[in-house]
């Protein structure tokens, strides 16, 4: 065993590399890789072209994805409302060989974002579009919960009007519905305008409270992007435009932040605790010194362990590309979002 000198002397020179190469950026990149793409996953049936990936979750079963398609516009100029011209279902369900075995949604949404699946297996999809975007009508700033089949069980938010209190919501992020039937919605896909702000309501869709605003300090956000629980049952924040994830307990109390994993788009986890973590707008100008892609770590300890880097994302371009959301079947492989290439991207772990 090393005496306390020697260790005390490894941690110096670990310290100044760490210094050397660009402290935590470096340090939190450096990281192994063990998976590989699998290119041509998806198999959408019908000759439908892909359209922007929104997120995706595993059903209970274990055997079966669900993902949010909009649309199938190509063009580049079009984002953010996707489906308010089209009657495509945008919530498909896929086995693991990526053929499609389920779909329903079509014109209920004008851009729905973040989804969640229940233990009864229920989803429950969030329709994040922006005000500016928002025409009159019956759309919009709203959460729906269906069941397996596309029933629609619920609904939170006043559908095509934003706000806040306890019966409005303005372009939520994400949904995630905690084991007891508690709902947590994230209330804040709009920048600087938006609510910024947590929402936690009982099973039946009464408000129960809801915490946040727009700010930089401990329990204040800039996009909430994506919210999930741990198995120890921690709420995590990707608080994207503060560039760290924010962990509070069900009431709301500030636990920690963490910012070693990049500029967080996404966040899930499995059954063994590792948490995943997409960055999809880390670039010069909104996070610089770190490289967009999935970061996987200890959710216990925070310590990131493993960096799949998306190959043909570019720093000098401020406009986000690659995986938003992320997924991880019980094999360990991983399935990425990509809203903006259109792609389902499947990662099969090659190695522990």
């Known amino acids: 065993m090393q005496s306390p000198p020697k260790y005390i002397a490894w941690i110096a020179v670990l310290a100044i590399c760490c210094a050397l190469v660009g402290g935590g950026p470096a340090f939190a990149q450096a990281q192994p890789n063990p998976f590989r793409m699998v290119d041509g996953w998806a198999n959408l049936p019908d000759g439908r072209p892909m359209g922007a990936v929104g997120d995706l ?123 007891n039937g508690d709902v947590f919605v994230a209330d804040s896909h709009s920048f600087d305008d938006g609510n910024n702000r947590i929402v936690k309501y009982a099973k039946d869709g009464k408000f129960i409270k809801a915490w946040g605003k727009t700010g930089y300090a ?23 435009g503060n560039n760290r994830i924010q962990i509070f307990d069900q009431e709301g109390n500030f636990i920690a932040q963490w910012t070693q994993f990049g500029r967080p788009s996404g966040v ?46 570019d720093p000098r371009e401020v406009k986000g590309t690659g995986a938003e959301f992320v997924a991880a079947d019980r094999e360990g492989n991983l399935y990425g979002g990509e809203p903006r290439p259109r792609r389902i991207q499947k990662y099969i772990r090659v190695r522990p």
Not at 152 to 163: A, E, K, N, S
Not at 218 to 240: C, K, N, T, Y
């Open 57 to 179: 979750k595993m059903d209970p079963d274990g055997l079966h994805l669900w993902v949010i398609i909009r649309g199938t516009t190509t063009d580049p100029k079009r984002f953010g409302d996707e489906c308010l011209d089209s009657d495509l279902d945008p919530i498909l369900k896929f086995d693991l060989k990526g053929n499609v075995v389920k779909s329903f949604g079509g014109g209920l949404f004008i851009w729905p974002h973040g989804l969640d699946v229940d233990r009864e297996g229920n989803v429950w999809v969030t329709d994040g579009v922006a005000p500016k975007k928002t025409p009159q009508g019956t759309r919009g700033h709203q959460v729906i919960k269906f069941s397996p089949e596309g029933k629609i069980l619920l609904t939170l938010g006043t559908p095509g009007v934003m706000g806040g209190g306890p019966s409005h919501l303005n372009s939520p992020s994400d949904v995630v519905v905690a084991p």
């Open 218 to 240: 401990p329990g204040e956000f800039r996009m909430a992007h994506s919210i999930a629980l741990d198995s120890q049952g921690r709420l995590f924040v990707a608080d994207r």
């Open 268 to 313: 899930s986890f499995d059954d063994k605790d590792q948490i995943y973590v997409t960055d999809s707008e880390s670039d010069n100008e909104q996070n610089p010194g770190w490289e967009m892609g999935i970061r996987i770590g200890d959710a216990r300890s925070g310590w990131v362990n493993a960096f799949i880097p998306y190959p043909w994302g």
